[in-house]
């Protein structure tokens, strides 16, 4: 079961809770996109749904 938080409707991304604090981010036709892990310096860092680590975003970006 998907925690929802939000959906972009310029988009229609999806944010969903996941189990680690983070945000799992799906298309509109449910495919996961990416998560996004809070940073412990601020920030998020962005995973493909793979697990693989793509880019770090900082607060303000």
């Not at 991304?13 to 310096?41: A, I, R």
Request: proline content about 5%; hydrophobic content about 30%.
């Amino acid at each position: 079961m998907r925690s929802f938080v939000g959906k972009d409707n310029a988009t229609g991304l999806e944010y969903h809770k996941n189990t680690e604090n983070g945000l799992n981010v799906y298309s509109p036709s449910g495919e996961l996109v990416c998560v996004l892990q809070p940073h412990m310096f601020g920030g998020f860092d962005v995973y493909d749904p793979n697990g693989y680590f793509l880019q770090r975003i900082n607060e303000g970006n």
